[in-house]
């Protein structure tokens, strides 16, 4: 395998006049002289000039620096990190399943309309809510969705003075941008030292101008929050709506549900809890439930099952409208409901517990270490603040690095911002008990290299194709294209 | 020449004819990091003690910059748009705007600098 050489950008790997097809002639001549000339592309199209074999290799080697989760051990905190099932690519692959179109009318798409509708209710059920939609094409999505839905409750009632959205300081930064997207305005709510949100500091927030609250619980932290009856009384008392951002639901699932603890509406990303993939980009899904007397708000169109047992799609005057031009990425749902229906409510039940066991267990066996700022049991993840001796100057970026040498994934690093040297890590519950001590025998053997040898550490990775990319200069004068190398 | 700061990490330098220089401190610098940007006001806006007057975004984070003190922004430290990193080799001198104080009064609720030590060492985050 030649790396130095097809290791390179594809664009260097350009040669002019080569190329791996060959088209016929076209069979409409004539066709050219009908576009406009102001349609048409005067200067060269700049894509690569490469032979096929070029190409394949060039990618082929490529995807040997990949890493997945598939590859190995990925503990990156509040991503929930789960193996992705392949029974799901299996199922999402079925020729009746990937050769649908979206606008197949629903008597010819009564399957898909029940996979749709199945994995609606049991969302409903596991979230405690009266109905899902699962049009929404991404969580941040789900999230505006969400919000504008707030909105359109506050507007469907006459109130048209409620214009913000309170949000903890521990939040993810979906969060205020998804508010921000919305239209509302940010208003952040201090955490008090467990991580918690702070009640007392809530109280004086509470007017009518507040269209809803946003929490994730357990937060950010791994910290289950146990004020929500009481701060859903709060919100509920001041006219506004209580979010549930449905990032960390893992630990929750069928244990405990947003619904009955008081949220109105929340979101859920499928590809953390419902195993659906992380990678590339997408396509992803936030679905977005709602308690009962909502329902009628929900974005167009909605999937309802009639009473001889067969669906419909309708759409509503009371809706808050579209979010999407289809019924969401319908594949993506494909894979969430067979995960569901691979584990069944005796399995989901477990995954929560387990996620929780592995994170304590790591938690415990690292913690004379590294430093612990909230020291108390956490659900699925859990924060250090750094190495417990910081006298070494080893930071968490270099921790993260040179777990990299060791062939693990970083865990999430500097979030949430609490801490100055957050490390934070999530190794959900789909991880067996030699990788989870093979990390922790890691994570034990680089403290006690920050101690012994810190300038190794402070310059890892040593061992990976591209070591450590000089960040703070990509970001002041980042070069896009090829074109500027 | 009399300098106040802020809980957020804010400093205010006032010169004797009653300008202030706003920047944010060595702490603050440190905790962010490498800064990348700084995304600065207009000569001429006038901000309320409290307000966000622009922010700050390091290799880690980005964060709003509050003002210590309401004023009207008469400068603009333009060498921070080419070299925001100035910050991170001395934040101390490398203000970021300079203000004309609208209401010196607001100057007694800001801490010196030994009471901002204090602050720091009862470790805020």
């Not at chain 2, 070299?83 to 607001?106: G, H, S, V």
Request: aromatic share 8%.
């Amino acid at each position: 395998m030649n790396n130095k050489l097809y290791d390179k950008l594809i664009f260097e790997l350009s040669r002019q006049g080569r190329r791996g097809y060959s088209l016929p002639e076209t069979a409409f001549p004539d066709a050219v002289g009908s576009i406009p000339e102001n349609l048409l592309r005067k200067s060269e199209i700049g894509l690569p000039q490469v032979d096929e074999l070029t190409v394949v290799r060039h990618y082929t080697n490529m995807s040997t620096n990949n890493f997945g989760v598939d590859t190995g051990f990925y503990p990156l905190g509040s991503c929930t990190m789960k193996y992705n099932p392949k029974i799901n690519e299996e199922m999402a692959a079925a020729p009746v399943i990937a050769a649908m179109h979206p606008d197949q009318p629903a008597r010819f798409s009564q399957g898909a309309l029940a996979i749709y509708h199945s994995l609606a209710s049991a969302l409903a059920e596991i979230g405690g809510m009266a109905e899902f939609t699962l049009n929404p094409y991404a969580g941040a999505h789900g999230e505006l969705t969400g919000l504008m839905l707030a909105r359109a409750y506050h507007d469907s009632r006459g109130d048209k003075k409620r214009t913000k959205v309170i949000i903890p300081d521990s939040a993810h930064g979906t969060n205020p941008a998804s508010a921000a997207v919305a239209g509302l305005k940010v208003v952040p709510v201090k955490s008090l030292p467990d991580g918690t949100v702070d009640v007392e500091a809530l109280a004086p927030l509470l007017d009518d101008t507040v269209a809803a609250m946003m929490m994730t619980n357990p937060n950010t932290l791994g910290i289950f929050e146990r004020q929500i009856p009481q701060i859903a009384k709060m919100v509920h008392d001041a006219g506004a709506l209580l979010y549930y951002d449905g990032a960390n639901l893992n630990p929750m699932l069928g244990i405990a549900r947003p619904g009955d603890m008081g949220f109105d509406i929340m979101h859920i990303n499928l590809h953390k809890t419902f195993s659906t993939p992380h990678g590339g980009g997408g396509p992803g899904s936030g679905p977005v439930g709602v308690r009962a007397g909502l329902e009628h708000l929900l974005p167009n169109p909605r999937v309802v099952k009639k009473d001889d047992g067969t669906y419909d799609i309708v759409s509503s005057p009371d809706s808050m409208g579209r979010v999407s031009s289809t019924l969401g990425n319908f594949a993506v749902q494909m894979r969430a409901l067979s995960y569901i229906l691979s584990l069944g409510s005796d399995g989901l039940m477990e995954a929560g517990g387990l996620a929780t066991l592995n994170a304590n267990y790591i938690k415990e066996s690292l913690r004379d270490l590294y430093d612990l700022p909230v020291d108390t049991v956490c659900k699925h993840e859990f924060v250090f603040d750094g190495l417990k001796d910081k006298s070494t100057g080893v930071t968490t970026l270099n921790v993260a690095k040179r777990l990299l040498d060791y062939g693990f994934h970083a865990p999430t690093i500097y979030f949430p911002l609490l801490f100055h040297e957050s490390l934070m890590i999530e190794p959900t519950e789909t991880e067996s008990l030699d990788t989870i001590d093979s990390f922790i025998a890691v994570m034990r053997d680089i403290a006690h290299e920050a101690a012994a040898d810190p300038e190794m550490v402070k310059t890892a990775p040593h061992t990976t194709p591209v070591r450590r990319p000089d960040d703070t200069e990509a970001a002041l004068h980042p070069r896009l294209t090829f074109d500027e190398l | 020449m009399k300098t106040y700061f802020t809980p957020t990490h804010e400093y205010l330098t006032v010169d004797s004819e009653g300008n202030g220089f706003v920047g944010i401190t060595d702490y603050a610098q440190k905790a962010l990091g490498n800064v990348v940007y700084v995304d600065m006001p207009e000569v001429g806006d006038e901000f309320s003690e409290g307000d966000d007057f622009g922010a700050i975004e390091s290799v880690k984070a980005a964060s709003d910059l509050i003002i210590p003190a309401s004023g009207e922004v008469i400068e603009v430290n333009g060498a921070l748009e080419d070299n925001p990193r100035l910050i991170n080799e001395d934040a101390m001198a490398n203000w970021i705007i300079k203000i004309r104080l609208t209401d010196p009064a607001e100057l007694d609720s800001l801490m010196d600098l030994d009471a901002y030590m204090a602050y720091l060492a009862s470790d805020p985050h």
